[in-house]
């Protein structure tokens, strides 16, 4: 049974910053690219960044390139999403999820129950 487990959120001030952290089993992890999504309150969920099972292809949302920087470590099983210059829109719950394909929306087919991260102004 495949599993996603994700840490790190919390509550932080604008500007600051937070890593969020999702540890993978029940599969071949390096075999599988990874995606961060979030969810704000009355939104519809979207991408924020995914990596390519090898780490060698990133991809961003425009709404957070250049101050979030996704990436994996394969002998940890474990897939990370480093936030900087935190603004009060970033605020949601995160999910991060588990695919073949390193996509923007519908790619995944096993998703992490979410950690939340609030930005106070």
């Known amino acids: 049974q495949v599993q996603l487990v994700e840490s790190g959120g919390g509550l932080v001030q604008a500007g600051g910053s937070l890593r969020l952290s999702c540890v993978a089993s029940?599969?071949?992890?390096?075999?599988?690219?990874m995606g961060w999504f979030r969810q704000a309150p009355g939104k519809e969920r979207e991408f924020v960044a995914a990596?390519?099972?090898?780490?060698?292809?990133?991809y961003y949302a425009d709404s957070v390139k250049g101050r979030f920087t996704i990436s994996r470590d394969n002998a940890k099983n474990t897939v990370y999403l480093q936030m900087n210059s935190l603004k009060p829109e970033d605020t949601a719950v995160y999910y991060c999820?588990?695919?073949?394909?390193?996509?923007?929306?519908?790619?995944?087919?096993?998703w992490g129950q979410g950690t939340q991260v609030t930005v106070s102004s």
């Open positions: 029940g599969r071949t992890f390096s075999s599988y690219a």
């Open positions: 999820a588990s695919g073949l394909i390193a996509g923007r929306k519908n790619e995944y087919d096993y």
């Open positions: 990596i390519s099972w090898s780490g060698v292809n990133t």
